[in-house]
């Protein structure tokens, strides 16, 4: 399947704050979006998702519009993951799963057992069947994002479109996080990401796009995109990607983006200077 | 399997709560200055049951009948309500804070009933006048939210608005008792405000039986919905849900019932805020079992202190008063006993 955004204009009331944007993700690919903060990633992702309105522009998915009012359909076809927070109310992780299963259940009745049954599934998946019984508020932050990617997957969309899932979270459970979006998209599953963290691109996405503060978008494949020129000009500092031999590990050659800083110099040099004295 | 077990606790709690509720009911038959006893109150409902001669006085079948059977169910049904609303508006709004007058509904129904005493309308019109400022209060919050909002869902607008028109019916009861005759009306009104249920007929509990049944059975029915609605607009909207509907109806049911517990007994405090809470730390935060539960709880506290306000003194005890007084410490209670989140 093929979620395309063509033309997208979108922002807050009169104001346009994205412009221009085009792309398009099929099933089995994942998308990174970066940009600096302000730069209007929200927006833009509130506005596919039909939080926002449109200003201009359409979405399609399989050359079909979508139709934001029709929620019950749109749930089927895209899944959202917020960003991580934290509820006022302390639910229990299998009925935050299920709850994603809410649009297609029968208005009155809550989830049966064969929908408590497929969210504990979907947990195993994940790896944190464990969290099954546990409280939402009292988990880790990595497993509460477990939690919320398994509430969009109940949805069983044929997208996902993810808010920065890997922020506020620590390193390990970051590159966790990431695994997963691996193993969904090799399932077959579109993903459509913001992060704050280029590398992220090269750990698990196909494609990437960049916003800049000139509202300009630019996509392509990740190599294309992201670039030492694309990078200064998308966050203001100075950044180099290289390559590092990893020929005795399985994943070869990795290519990483490393910001040259004059801090790293100098704090060296200070441990140096510690290190004599 | 492991479901099953989890969920077992919350079905037991309803479960007990409703034979207590029952069996409350029966005791408050027999509570009261005029002496009603256990076997007076068998041969009365067995006679009724079966139709034929009833053996007790005249006088003991009309305190059942028309005094303490109307004033229990009106006890049942405020309590009840009241806390359904708060639940309601709680898991609305995310926010435990928020008890079912947060658009206003009880200024606005305080405000009714004042004009409705000042102008010496019959006690029936006080009800409506009630109910209907109740309501009006409410769609003006909503309007305002509206207009300000232009379009826009923000929730704490809409919070907001409501403490504006709270204020402003406050500011309008201050008005109409300054203005009222304080030999003859501002007594009325102020009694009328402390809330009570000694007034209440047969005839009332029947006419407050419409909105109730309008407010509760949407409630009821659309109670799991409200699990993703305490997620937020756009994640309940991500997962499927109409939530601009769906808000409406949960907005316009809590406010019927609200108006319509205010409409029948006078502004009772606390009970929509505290009531939710206990039942939460009971059977968890899920509303398919929170709401239910919320309903028997807040039914069995208004109920006892209602048994209370009748016989703790000669003097009856007005209920706003004793909910109040029984619930803010009952609630420092509660605060202190919760666990991490708002259990």
């Known amino acids: 399947m093929k979620f395309e955004a063509n033309d997208i204009r979108a922002g807050y009331e009169n104001l346009d704050i994205v412009q221009d944007v085009s792309f398009s993700v099929t099933s089995g690919e994942v998308l990174c979006l970066l940009g600096p903060n302000g730069v209007g990633k929200t927006t833009l992702f509130k506005s596919l998702l039909g939080f926002l309105p449109l200003h201009g522009g359409v979405v399609l998915i399989d050359g079909q519009p979508c139709d934001y009012n029709d929620c019950k359909k749109q749930a089927t076809l895209i899944g959202y993951v917020p960003q991580l927070h934290e509820p006022p109310f302390p639910f229990e992780v299998l009925d935050v799963v299920v709850m994603g299963g809410i649009g297609q259940m029968n208005l009155f009745s809550g989830p049966n057992k064969e929908e408590y049954q497929r969210a504990e599934d979907i947990l195993a998946m994940l790896g944190v069947a464990f969290l099954a019984n546990k409280v939402y508020t009292e988990v880790s932050g ?22 920065e899932p890997t922020s506020n979270l620590d390193f390990g459970n970051q590159m966790r996080v990431l695994q997963q979006v691996r193993m969904l998209a090799d399932k077959g599953m579109g993903i459509i990401m913001t992060s704050h963290f280029p590398d992220h691109a090269f750990m698990c996405c196909t494609k ?22 694309t990078l200064q000009q998308a966050y203001g500092i100075r950044v180099k990607i290289a390559n590092v031999d990893m020929e005795e590990e399985e994943t070869g050659t990795i290519t990483t983006c490393l910001p040259m800083l004059n801090t790293i110099r100098i704090s060296r040099e200070v441990r140096q200077f510690n290190e004599t004295a | 399997m492991v479901i099953e077990q989890k969920q077992q606790p919350a079905v037991k709690v309803i479960v007990g709560a409703g034979i207590i509720l029952i069996l409350l009911f029966f005791i408050s038959l027999m509570l009261g200055r005029y002496q009603v006893s256990l076997g007076d109150m068998g041969a009365v409902f067995y006679a009724k049951i079966l139709g034929i001669e009833c053996p007790v006085s005249e006088m003991i079948q009309s305190v059942i009948w028309k005094v303490r059977i109307p004033r229990i169910c009106a006890a049942i049904l405020i309590g009840g309500a009241l806390s359904t609303a708060g639940a309601t508006y709680q898991g609305l709004f995310k926010n435990p804070m928020i008890s079912p007058d947060i658009l206003g ?30 309501l009006l209060a409410v769609s003006l919050a909503c309007l305002i939210c509206k207009i300000v909002s232009r379009g826009k869902d923000a929730l704490l607008i809409l919070v ?42 047969a005839g009332d509990v029947w006419m407050m039986l419409v909105p109730f049944t309008i407010g509760i059975v949407p409630l009821f029915l659309l109670r799991w919905q409200l699990n993703a609605m305490a997620f937020g607009d756009e994640e309940a909207k991500a997962m499927g849900l109409n939530t601009k509907r769906l808000r409406g109806i949960y907005i316009v049911s809590a406010t019927l019932l609200t108006a319509a517990a205010v409409g029948v007994c006078g502004m009772i405090g606390w009970i929509g805020l505290v009531i ?50 029984i619930g803010a410490p009952f609630f420092v209670y509660l605060l202190l006993k919760r666990k991490k989140g708002w259990v």
């Open chain 2, 276 to 325: 939710p809470h206990l039942t939460r730390m009971l059977v968890g935060p899920n509303h398919k079992y929170l709401i239910p539960a919320s309903f028997l709880m807040g039914g069995i506290f208004l109920l006892l202190v209602d048994d209370l306000a009748r016989t703790l003194f000669t003097v009856e005890v007005p209920l706003g008063i004793l909910t109040s007084i």
């Open chain 1, 142 to 163: 990595g497993e509460r994002q477990m939690v919320l990617i398994a509430r969009a997957l109940m949805q069983e969309p044929k997208f996902l479109m993810m808010d």
């Open chain 1, 208 to 229: 990437a796009a960049v916003m800049c503060r000139d509202t300009s978008f630019k996509v392509g494949s990740v190599e294309e995109i992201i670039t030492e020129e």
């Open chain 2, 160 to 201: 907001l608005s409501g403490m504006i028109v709270a204020t402003f019916f406050s500011s309008l009861i201050t008005l109409l008792k300054y203005i009222a005759d304080p030999q003859s009306k501002l007594p009325e009104i102020t009694y009328w405000l402390m809330g009570g249920l000694s007034t209440v007929s």
């Open chain 2, 105 to 134: 509904a009880s200024a606005g129904a305080g405000f009714g009933a004042a004009m409705a005493i000042l102008l010496s309308l019959p006690f029936i019109f006080i009800q409506f006048s009630a109910f209907a400022f109740g």
